[in-house]
C-alpha cells in the first residue's frame, strides 16, 4: 500500500490552520521542527492543563486529501494545512490503518501511527457546520472520526509534496486507530 504527499504545513505559532510550506523537517522523537505542537511531552493545549507531563503522542497529523472532496460534496471548501494537519496525503485510506503502523515518507523520515485525531469545536469555528461532516457514525451506532491521525517520529527527515508514502503495517494482532 502506498501514497502520496499533497502538502506539508506547520506553524511555529498556536492557530488552527497551518500555512503550506515547501517542506518539513521532521525530528526524531519530537515532531515537525519549528512547529508549535513539536516536543517529546504533550503540547495540544488542553492536554497540557490536564498533565504537562504526558508523552507527546501527536507529533505529527496527517489527513487524507480525499476527506476535502467528500467535505466538498456538502459545501465546505477546504484545503491543505487548513485543519491543522502536517502532512496532507492521496491514496492511504488512514483511518483504517492500525496502531503502530510505520509510515516511510520520502527518502527518510518514518512515523509510527498512533491514533486518530479527537475532531473539536474549533472546527466549527473555521466554517460552521463542518464539525459534523467530520464526524460520523457506523452502521453500528459507533462514533467514526475523519479528521486525519496522528503520529510521532521514529526516524527523521525532510517530507516535501510529491514524495511516497509506504505503509509498513505492524505483526497482527492490529489494534484498531482510538481518539489520542
Known amino acids: 500500500m502506498s501514497g502520496t504527499v499533497t502538502a506539508v504545513s506547520s ?28 516536543g517529546v511531552t504533550v503540547k495540544h493545549r488542553s492536554r497540557v492543563a490536564q498533565d504537562p507531563t504526558q508523552p507527546n503522542l501527536r507529533q505529527v497529523h496527517l489527513i487524507h486529501e480525499e476527506l476535502f472532496t467528500e467535505v466538498g460534496e456538502s459545501g465546505f471548501k477546504v484545503a491543505p494545512g487548513e485543519l491543522g494537519e502536517n502532512i496532507t496525503t492521496r491514496g492511504i485510506d488512514l483511518l483504517s490503518l492500525p496502531v503502530g503502523t510505520l509510515l516511510h515518507i520520502g ?74
Open 11 to 38: 506553524n511555529s505559532e498556536y492557530s488552527f490552520t497551518k500555512p503550506n510550506r515547501a517542506d518539513i523537517t521532521l525530528l526524531a522523537g519530537l515532531g515537525v521542527e519549528g512547529d508549535v505542537h513539536a
Open 107 to 180: 527518502d527518510e523520515a518514518i512515523v509510527e501511527v498512533t491514533g486518530l485525531r479527537n475532531p473539536c469545536l474549533q472546527i466549527d469555528n473555521f466554517q460552521d457546520g463542518l464539525l459534523k461532516k467530520v464526524i460520523g457514525r457506523d452502521e453500528a451506532g459507533n462514533v467514526v472520526r475523519k479528521a486525519g491521525i496522528m503520529s510521532v517520529v521514529q526516524v527523521g527527515g525532510v517530507v516535501r509534496p510529491g514524495d511516497t508514502i509506504t505503509v509498513e503495517l505492524p505483526e497482527e494482532p492490529h489494534r484498531p486507530l482510538d481518539r489520542v
